[in-house]
């Protein structure tokens, strides 16, 4: 019953709703990768934060059904997909971080192979997805060169544009801009911003800097566990007058780490910056504004 109004306000208002709760994974081998998260995501971009191992891919891919969770569920637009997953993968577009299928097919062709894959039946349709998706993604010069000849930038755009075939309401991309250049990854990332008007995307990446450049909600995950959730602004807010630097001498290193709370190190021109997190002024210490990059080295910190 509960579900009943969700289920309207999406079907009348392009507002979709995914909600994880409880969620917890653990592997054939024992292995927990999934510590009880919730998680409330609303239409527009969530980037989800977390250095290597921390558990993203395997949330994702929970996410889009290609493994059950052990205990909690998910809930896309009212509709329990850990029991109903056909309707998830309808509205799905998936870039999955080992997207490895480039055979000796034009882009168009292996498009249309994906297209009739996702169900989309009539011949025009798909072709007229097609090329407009090939335009989206800057890739119509292209659509009849093999996909093995592409570049890595080249490579991710076909990528989001099979994703966006069937015209989702919910996009997941992990890590995909690992392996770009600069240029291609601005070019990525404001293709993903254009398309995250009425729909869902959910980016994951141990990049900070491009989650502060495009996601309005963001979650902080280590070890299978969720660390912070919230709206990158707020989070960077917490952090007020919290945030010190200093410069050291790199053998005082150790001293600094036994007496105070570093968040980071890093030399600069030869000299150690160390940033530290406290409450109150440390001596000697001057006070630093607080950016992402604070806030997720905190709260790794925080928990080890
Ligand atoms: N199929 C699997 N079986 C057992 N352990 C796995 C499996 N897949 C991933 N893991 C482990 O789960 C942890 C999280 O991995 P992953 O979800 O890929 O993290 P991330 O995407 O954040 O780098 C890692 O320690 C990894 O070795
Ligand atoms: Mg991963």
Avoid at 201 to 207: D, G, K, N, P, R
Avoid at 275 to 300: A, C, G, M, R
Wanted: aromatic content about 6%; charged content about 20%; hydrophobic content about 40%.
């Amino acid at each position: 019953m509960e579900t009943l109004p969700v289920l309207l306000l999406s079907k009348f208002n392009n507002m979709n709703t995914l909600s994880i709760n409880n969620l917890s994974l653990t592997y054939k081998n024992g292995f927990q990768a999934i510590k009880n998260i919730s998680l409330e995501i609303g239409n527009g971009m969530f980037g989800l934060l977390g250095p290597n191992g921390a558990g993203k891919s395997s949330l994702m891919k929970t996410i889009v059904g290609l493994q059950k969770p052990t205990s909690g569920n998910i809930i896309f637009n009212g509709i329990n997909i850990s029991k109903n997953p056909d309707y998830i993968k309808q509205n799905l577009g998936f870039l999955p971080q080992d997207f490895g299928v480039y055979p000796k097919i034009s882009a168009f062709d292996l498009l249309e192979h994906i297209a009739m894959l996702k169900g989309i039946k009539d011949r025009s349709e798909r072709k007229n997805q097609i090329l407009s998706l090939l335009e989206k993604v800057n890739l119509s010069d292209f659509r009849n060169k093999e996909v093995h000849t592409f570049s890595g930038g080249m490579r991710q755009r076909f990528g989001v544009a099979q994703a966006l075939l069937g015209n989702p309401k919910i996009i997941i991309v992990d890590e995909p801009t690992a392996g770009l250049d600069p240029e291609e990854r601005n070019r990525f990332n404001s293709l993903l911003n254009d398309i995250s008007k009425e729909v869902i995307v959910i980016l994951s990446t141990h990049l900070v800097e491009d989650v502060r450049n495009l996601c309005s909600e963001m979650a902080i995950m280590n070890k299978g566990e969720l660390l912070k959730k919230g709206k990158p602004n707020e989070l960077i807010a917490q952090l007020d007058q919290k945030i010190w630097s200093k410069s050291i001498d790199k053998n005082e290193l150790n001293n600094y780490h036994s007496e105070y709370q570093i968040i980071s190190q890093q030399l600069i021109e030869r000299e150690l910056h160390i940033t530290t997190f406290s409450e109150v002024e440390p001596k000697e210490f001057i006070p630093v504004n607080p950016l992402l990059e604070h806030v997720y080295f905190h709260s790794l910190t925080q928990k080890m």
